[in-house]
C-alpha cells in the first residue's frame, strides 16, 4: 500500500535561518507530488507540485523552494525563515483518479 | 475570494443528530472531494464525486453535487463524537489542471 512520509514533525527555528523539509512517498512510482501550507484554523494553500524529478511549479512567489531530487522524494526548503512561514506544512501526491492522500504534517513554527 | 469556500465555517451539534456542510465553487471542475482533518493532522479522503455524477454515498457520509449552482453538500448522518474534526471540499478544476484548490473548512463539533 501507499505510504507518504514526512520529517520533522515538529521544527522550532530561528528567523533568518535555513529550512529543510523532506517528504517521501512509498508504493508507487512516478507520483505527482505537492506542498500545501495550511495557516492556523484555515484552509490550505498550494506551494509546490511536481511532476517528476527536477520538475517543479510553483503556485505562490515566495522565499520557498522545492526540489524533487528523486522520484519519490520531495524537499520544501528556505534560505532564510521569515515569521511569516511559520504553519503546517503538508506533502500530497494524487493518484491518477485524482485523489490526494497526504503526510502526517510538519508544524514550523518560525520565532 | 476562493474557488472552494465551505459553509458554515463552524457547526456544533449533538451526537445522533445530522451535520450538513455545504461548498460553493466558482469555475467549470472536473470532481469534487470531501476530506476531513483531525485537529493537528493530515488530511484524510472522504469521498470523490465527479462532475457528471448527482449524489454518492459511503457509509454515513452523503454528497450532492449541483454542477449548476456549482454547489455541493456533505451530510453525515447519526453522528458521533468521533467525527469532531475539519472538513475540506476540494475542486479538480477543468480542463484538468495540476492545482487542486481547498476551501477554508468547515470545524465541526460533535457534542457527546
Known amino acids: 500500500s501507499q505510504t507518504i512520509h514526512q520529517w520533522p514533525a515538529t521544527l522550532v527555528q530561528p528567523v533568518g535561518s535555513p529550512l529543510s523539509l523532506e517528504c517521501t512517498v512509498e508504493?508507487?512510482?512516478?507520483?505527482?507530488l505537492y506542498w500545501y501550507r495550511q495557516a492556523a484554523g484555515r484552509g490550505l494553500q498550494l506551494l509546490f507540485y511536481?511532476?517528476?524529478?527536477?520538475?517543479i511549479s510553483s503556485e505562490v512567489p515566495q522565499n520557498l523552494s522545492a526540489s524533487r531530487p528523486q522520484d519519490r522524494q520531495f524537499i520544501l526548503s528556505s534560505k532564510k525563515l521569515l515569521l511569516s512561514d511559520s504553519g503546517f506544512y503538508l506533502c500530497?501526491?494524487?493518484?491518477?483518479?485524482?485523489?490526494?492522500?497526504f503526510g502526517p504534517g510538519t508544524r514550523l513554527l518560525v520565532l | 475570494s476562493q474557488q472552494g469556500e465551505e459553509d458554515p465555517q463552524a457547526l456544533s451539534i449533538q451526537e445522533g443528530e445530522n451535520a450538513t456542510m455545504n461548498c460553493s465553487y466558482k469555475?467549470?471542475?472536473?470532481?469534487l472531494q470531501w476530506y476531513r482533518q483531525n485537529s493537528g493532522r493530515g488530511l484524510v479522503h472522504l469521498i470523490l464525486?465527479?462532475?457528471?455524477?448527482r449524489e454518492k454515498h459511503s457509509g454515513r457520509l452523503r454528497v450532492t453535487l449541483d454542477t449548476s449552482k456549482k454547489s455541493s453538500s456533505l451530510l453525515i448522518t447519526a453522528s458521533r463524537a468521533a467525527d469532531t474534526a475539519s472538513y475540506f471540499c476540494?475542486?479538480?478544476?477543468?480542463?484538468?489542471?495540476?492545482?487542486?484548490?481547498f476551501g477554508p473548512g468547515t470545524r465541526l463539533s460533535v457534542l457527546p
Open positions: 500530497a501526491w494524487k493518484t491518477g483518479s485524482g485523489v490526494c492522500y
Open positions: 508504493g508507487t512510482s512516478n507520483p505527482n
Open positions: 464525486i465527479r462532475s457528471n455524477e
Open positions: 469555475t467549470s471542475i472536473n470532481n
Open positions: 476540494a475542486t479538480a478544476l477543468y480542463p484538468y489542471g495540476q492545482n487542486f484548490v
Open positions: 511536481s511532476v517528476g524529478i527536477g520538475q
